[in-house]
């Protein structure tokens, strides 16, 4: 009669208390976590910035493509100085000036990748006012065309051509890479934070579990059912447990200050976090990952643009060894008058042509040592991609096989805690009626909260290998579609 009565008491009492969540309580989950973290996080902050400061470098760039318009001019040019004026005789006077010599002129250009050379043209009109003879002097240029045209030079127009789209995809990936980053470096904060909560729940569980106990055999022992090394033993698990919820408590309050501080939760609110669950209908192969990520990485883009710009230095290295030379040639009309409309009625033809050279006679060799330096680094550049592309594969193989192994650790380890838990909940009634040692009870305590233990760092490993597995190939295997982020 008194086992039954002592076995009803302690199942009454119950192994642990439910969850109660007040209003002062936030309640979330790991993809709610990793949402904020992407939205209000340093990092998240960080990561567009990076993505606005690229979008404007494309800019800039796709400017050098399109006309130009500027309008230059000076505006007044009033002067009112001494100034030495050379006489025929070869001697100097210093000659009072008083004038204004104002101009304004409207530019236009446009570059030519093909070729690299460049189109511009030109309207001009100067107005000179002498104020010590009073009289007003106009000249100007109505339009004028020219062209511009390197010969046997580097043409970084083109090449930039082919490197900047490259570059500019290259920044879109990784800003998609930077937010996949988070979501690993959410997930430890989450897990660690989970973590702490579940010794938490242990710690306490145990203490009031312990204390249950100890009653309950200190009334063995009046019975003299016990001995006192048992009330003793006893007293020692309570201490244990007391110091176990102390420790818990002040780990959940750093993991909680640090998961606040990453995804930037401001408030007092208490956090709860829900346990996930694992994705069980998710498949990965390996060549899809393979094809994903060498389809979205910007490692992959990298690849290509590395080669680019490494055959863009030897023909840079080329171009600028050698004959080198300039073409320019402009038409146009120009004039003088004594009043403005007069510039523009019947204005003089003009032309130029002019073809500059550079021929180097003797440099000692610099031209072909830089072209050479070139060539080599061409070939390093190609070696250290195909070395850095099997590393890629290799990463993402390892991936693979880590993330599988994960999923099934995580079935061993979930099937592990309810074993322990049901073999934790029969050594308590067996000690309650009096058939099991306290030794045994401990070993029974130690291996059902090292069970549950194992199962959430079984859940760490499996997230932080799914999202890596998602940084790696930019993709998402549970929608079975490619990550974008506007």
Same mark, same amino acid.
């Given at each position: 009669? &008194?086992?039954?009565?002592?076995?009803?008491?302690?199942?009454?009492?119950?192994?642990?208390?439910?969850?109660?969540?007040?209003?002062?309580?936030?309640?979330?989950?790991?993809?709610?976590?990793?949402?904020?973290?992407?939205?209000?996080?340093?990092?998240?902050?960080?990561?567009?910035?990076?993505?606005?400061?690229?979008?404007?470098?494309?800019?800039?760039?796709?400017?050098?493509?399109? =006309? !130009? /318009?500027?309008?230059?001019?000076?505006?007044?040019?009033?002067?009112?100085?001494?100034?030495?004026?050379?006489?025929?005789?070869?001697?100097?006077?210093?000659?009072?000036?008083?004038?204004?010599?104002?101009?304004?002129? &409207?530019?236009?250009? #446009?570059?030519?990748?093909?070729?690299?050379?460049?189109?511009?043209?030109?309207? !001009?009109?100067?107005?000179?006012?002498?104020?010590?003879?009073?009289?007003?002097?106009?000249?100007?240029?109505?339009?004028? /065309?020219?062209?511009?045209?390197?010969?046997?030079?580097?043409?970084?127009?083109?090449?930039?051509?082919?490197?900047? =789209?490259?570059?500019?995809?290259?920044?879109?990936?990784?800003?998609?890479? @930077?937010?996949?980053?988070?979501?690993?470096?959410?997930?430890?904060?989450?897990?660690?934070?989970?973590?702490?909560?579940?010794?938490?729940?242990?710690?306490?569980?145990?203490?009031?579990?312990? #204390?249950?106990?100890?009653?309950?055999?200190?009334?063995?022992?009046?019975?003299?059912?016990?001995?006192?090394?048992?009330?003793?033993?006893?007293?020692?698990?309570?201490?244990?447990?007391?110091? @176990?919820?102390?420790?818990?408590?002040?780990?959940?309050?750093?993991?909680?200050?640090?998961?606040?501080?990453?995804?930037?939760?401001?408030?007092?609110?208490?956090?709860?976090?829900? &346990?996930?669950?694992?994705?069980?209908?998710?498949?990965?192969?390996?060549?899809?990952?393979?094809?994903?990520?060498? @389809?979205?990485?910007?490692?992959?883009?990298?690849?290509?643009?590395?080669?680019?710009?490494?055959?863009?230095?030897?023909?840079?290295?080329?171009?600028?060894?050698?004959?080198?030379?300039?073409?320019?040639?402009?038409?146009?009309?120009?004039?003088? @008058?004594?009043?403005?409309?007069?510039?523009?009625?019947?204005?003089?033809? #003009? !032309?130029?042509?002019?073809?500059?050279?550079?021929?180097?006679?003797?440099?000692?060799?610099?031209?072909?040592?830089?072209?050479?330096?070139?060539?080599?680094?061409?070939?390093?550049?190609?070696?250290?991609?195909?070395?850095?592309?099997?590393?890629?594969?290799?990463?993402?193989?390892?991936?693979?096989?880590?993330?599988? &192994?994960?999923?099934?650790? /995580?079935?061993?380890?979930?099937?592990?805690?309810?074993?322990?838990?049901?073999?934790?909940?029969?050594?308590?009634?067996?000690?309650?009626?009096?058939?099991?040692?306290?030794?045994?009870?401990?070993?029974?305590?130690?291996?059902?909260?090292?069970?549950?233990?194992?199962?959430?760092?079984?859940?760490?490993?499996?997230?932080?290998?799914?999202?890596? /597995?998602?940084?790696?190939?930019?993709?998402?295997?549970?929608?079975? !579609?490619?990550?974008?982020?506007?």
């Amino acid at each position: 009669m &008194m086992k039954t009565l002592l076995l009803a008491l302690f199942l009454a009492a119950g192994f642990s208390a439910a969850a109660f969540t007040g209003p002062d309580t936030l309640r979330l989950s790991l993809p709610q976590v990793v949402e904020m973290a992407k939205n209000n996080s340093i990092a998240a902050k960080q990561a567009i910035t990076v993505k606005e400061t690229k979008y404007w470098e494309w800019r800039t760039f796709k400017s050098n493509y399109q =006309p !130009q /318009l500027a309008l230059e001019g000076i505006l007044p040019g009033y002067n009112k100085s001494y100034t030495q004026v050379l006489q025929p005789n070869g001697t100097i006077l210093f000659q009072p000036v008083h004038n204004d010599n104002s101009s304004l002129t &409207m530019n236009f250009k #446009q570059s030519i990748a093909a070729t690299g050379g460049t189109i511009y043209g030109t309207t !001009q009109l100067q107005r000179f006012a002498d104020f010590d003879r009073h009289n007003v002097l106009y000249n100007g240029i109505p339009y004028g /065309l020219g062209y511009t045209q390197p010969l046997l030079q580097f043409n970084s127009l083109k090449w930039d051509k082919k490197i900047e =789209p490259l570059k500019f995809n290259e920044s879109k990936q990784a800003y998609i890479e @930077a937010q996949e980053k988070i979501s690993i470096t959410v997930t430890e904060y989450f897990f660690d934070l989970l973590l702490a909560q579940v010794n938490l729940s242990i710690a306490e569980t145990n203490l009031e579990n312990t #204390q249950r106990i100890l009653t309950i055999a200190n009334t063995k022992f009046e019975l003299g059912k016990i001995a006192k090394n048992e009330i003793l033993q006893l007293q020692l698990e309570q201490l244990n447990a007391q110091k @176990a919820v102390g420790t818990a408590k002040r780990d959940m309050e750093i993991a909680t200050l640090n998961l606040r501080s990453y995804i930037g939760i401001e408030g007092e609110d208490r956090i709860v976090l829900d &346990m996930p669950t694992a994705v069980k209908q998710m498949t990965v192969a390996t060549e899809k990952v393979l094809e994903e990520a060498f @389809a979205n990485r910007s490692d992959a883009i990298a690849f290509v643009r590395r080669i680019a710009e490494a055959k863009r230095d030897v023909a840079k290295a080329k171009g600028e060894n050698g004959l080198t030379a300039t073409l320019r040639a402009n038409l146009g009309f120009s004039n003088a @008058a004594n009043n403005a409309f007069d510039v523009y009625r019947s204005p003089k033809s #003009q !032309q130029s042509v002019q073809l500059q050279l550079s021929v180097p006679i003797l440099d000692w060799g610099r031209s072909k040592s830089r072209s050479k330096t070139a060539e080599a680094n061409e070939k390093f550049t190609t070696y250290a991609v195909e070395q850095d592309k099997q590393t890629f594969k290799q990463q993402i193989v390892t991936q693979v096989t880590l993330f599988n &192994m994960m999923k099934e650790q /995580l079935q061993l380890t979930s099937e592990a805690e309810k074993i322990a838990a049901e073999k934790y909940k029969i050594a308590s009634e067996r000690y309650v009626l009096g058939n099991l040692s306290i030794t045994d009870l401990s070993i029974a305590f130690q291996e059902n909260d090292r069970a549950k233990r194992d199962y959430v760092s079984s859940l760490k490993d499996f997230w932080g290998a799914y999202y890596q /597995l998602r940084y790696l190939s930019l993709y998402d295997f549970e929608k079975n !579609q490619k990550i974008t982020y506007e």
